[in-house]
């Protein structure tokens, strides 16, 4: 599940079953933590079975029952877009929960902020948390949505990648759902946001409206703060796959290290008039030195920014090596490296990568989750 499609399928939820979370979940959790914290020059935190920060707001209606796990949304309090920040990587986090099957729900007042403080250091300053864990069953709660119109101040002739953006901020958690922001259109084919309330959480909401509006219209930078400016980015596609072979009754997979210093798998750009599985195919070829057959049944997207101003889609297949000799590709891969299902795991670099060798060892094991 791509964030974009994690985005239609949230619900907040406030009740959580009493089950810790498991070892893989944790790991792909903390590297998507560790991400955004660098990119946004934040400080987040997962910190797991310590129900203590809901347990004196346990009763009464609206409050967080079950939770033991929770985001912890912090920065340099000098930062003077820390809350803006907050929403717009935490909101990131919040649907990476969603994409694993995770619950999650936004809280910024129903908890103990004395609880939290000993996770911070010196200079850093507390924004709110997120409760991650396990859903009770039914018990996720969908909130009706604001029309169109109502989050639009104005519009110059608006491609349908704005409606799109508009679409996904109805979806846009926010506090006492007022979703106090409007969008315009601009002539010049830029978006400009601003705020037209009041309130608690006002900026948090107005990062996690931005991340929504980016997601929904495929891609774009924006700027901090009220007034804030979108510009769309160019678009990109590449195509890889998930090698795999078997060896001994064990199935191993194929990650290359790129010349960057991640581990994921062989992918590369869409040339010309191929179709996906022959750039799949071609690309594996380049990059590890084996020819392979293109499994086109399990295909999965990833969708990120690998520079500004620019967003791709990475479609993955799962493969087999079909012949060739072992050798990376020296302008762009350091090394290569065949390695079992938990140890690939946790060689893979990037949370969404991850979560790709998840659905391929769930679709290779002919089930619906692999084993953690």
């Known amino acids: 599940m791509t964030l974009s499609e994690a985005l239609f399928a949230r619900t907040s939820c406030r009740e959580y079953l009493p089950r810790p979370l498991s070892a893989a979940q944790r790991q792909q959790l903390d590297k998507a933590v560790q991400q955004s914290s660098r990119r946004a020059g934040l400080s987040i935190r997962l910190v797991c079975g310590q129900p203590d920060p809901f347990s004196a707001f346990s009763k009464g209606g609206g409050r967080i029952k079950g939770a033991s796990n929770y985001f912890l949304f912090a920065g340099p309090a000098a930062d003077p877009d820390l809350d803006e920040k907050c929403g717009y990587y935490g909101e990131e986090l919040i649907l990476t929960a969603q994409a694993m099957g995770l619950g999650t729900c936004w809280v910024g007042g129903t908890y103990s902020r004395e609880q939290c403080q000993c996770h911070l250091e010196a200079g850093e300053e507390l924004v709110c948390i997120a409760a991650v864990g396990c859903p009770a069953p039914g018990k ?27 679409a996904a901020v109805q979806r846009a958690p926010s ?23 009041t309130g608690s959480f006002t900026l948090v909401d107005l990062g996690i409206a931005k991340r929504h509006f980016e997601l929904g219209a495929h891609g774009g930078e924006w700027t901090w703060g009220d007034g804030g400016i979108f510009r769309k980015a160019r678009e990109e596609k590449s195509c890889g796959a998930v090698v795999w072979r078997q060896i001994e009754g064990r199935r191993e ?12 798998f062989p992918k590369g750009h869409v040339e010309n008039r191929e179709t996906e599985a022959e750039t799949a195919a071609r690309e594996i070829r380049e990059e590890t030195g084996l020819t392979a057959e293109i499994h086109t049944d399990f295909r999965k997207q990833v969708t990120y920014s690998p520079k500004p101003g620019v967003v791709k889609d990475v479609i993955f297949f799962t493969a087999i090596p079909a012949g060739g000799r072992e050798r990376p590709q020296e302008s762009e891969i ?39």
């Open 140 to 166: 996720g709660k969908a909130r009706p949505l604001k029309r169109p119109e109502a989050l639009i101040q104005e519009t110059a002739d608006a491609p349908e990648w704005f409606q799109s953006g508009i």
């Open 175 to 197: 506090a006492m759902n007022r979703q106090g922001y409007r969008f315009s259109c601009r002539r010049d084919g830029t978006v400009r946001v601003r705020l037209c309330g």
């Open 253 to 264: 997979y194929l990650l290359v290290q790129h010349n960057g210093g991640h581990w994921s």
């Open 334 to 372: 350091s090394q290569l490296r065949w390695l079992p299902f938990s140890e690939a795991a946790r060689q893979i670099t990037y949370a969404t990568d991850e979560e790709i060798l998840l659905a391929a060892e769930a679709y290779l094991n002919g089930a619906s989750k692999p084993q953690a």
